[in-house]
């Protein structure tokens, strides 16, 4: 599973974008997500697909179309 703390991760980096803040993006990262079937954000980030999946969630919430 990726720490947290690896600053060079782009999801890691969108999260913080997005948050603000390294600790709201840790928040959201480990809190169950329905739109990624109720996984963790972190938990999918050890495969290109399931990164992928976050980054699309994460740019959803970016541009207001994450209900």
Request: proline share 6%; glycine share 6%; net charge negative.
């Amino acid at each position: 599973m990726p720490k947290l703390a690896e600053s060079n991760n782009p999801v890691f980096l969108k999260a913080k974008e997005i948050f603000g803040s390294h600790e709201k993006a840790a928040l959201w990262l480990e809190k169950s997500n329905p739109d990624l079937n109720g996984n963790t954000p972190l938990t999918l980030l050890n495969s290109q697909s399931g990164s992928e999946q976050v980054m699309d969630v994460l740019t959803r919430i970016e541009h207001g179309v994450y209900f």
